[in-house]
């Protein structure tokens, strides 16, 4: 029995049970899906993803009464006013080596607000 994601090899996608993935050729199971492809992950997931993460960055312009784009529209990789910095799928350059280095939005006061 078939459970989660339409997957190729799903009955109801009508391909039969050994379909691969779209992306890269190996058996598109639900785990390969999710987790495995790396093709999937920079595209699909990627947007599925920004698309959550757009709802915070949403809220944020509002409350720092920044603007807002439109939801066809790219987002900027920063904002700011007098009172913030927001920033947007950015890489940040960090002292310590640390393996992920871009956070989805960061709001910062600018140093000058800091005292
Ligand atoms: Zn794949």
Request: proline share 19%; aromatic share 10%.
């Given at each position: 029995m078939y459970t989660g994601l339409p997957t190729r090899?799903?009955?109801?996608?009508?391909?039969?049970?050994?379909a691969g993935c779209?992306?890269?050729?190996?058996p598109e199971t639900n785990e390969h899906v999710a987790t495995g492809c790396n093709k999937f992950k920079a595209s699909i997931m990627k947007q599925l993803h920004d698309s959550s993460v757009r709802k915070v960055y949403d809220g944020l312009c509002i409350k720092y009464d920044l603007a807002k784009t439109e939801f066809d529209q790219p987002v900027p990789v920063v904002q700011q006013n007098a009172h913030v910095e927001l920033y947007w799928d950015r890489t940040w350059v960090t002292e310590a080596q640390i393996?992920?280095?871009?956070?989805?939005v960061i709001d910062q006061k600018p140093c000058s607000s800091n005292t």
């Open positions: 090899p799903h009955p109801a996608m009508g391909r039969g049970p050994n779209r992306y890269c050729g190996l393996r992920f280095t871009k956070p989805d």
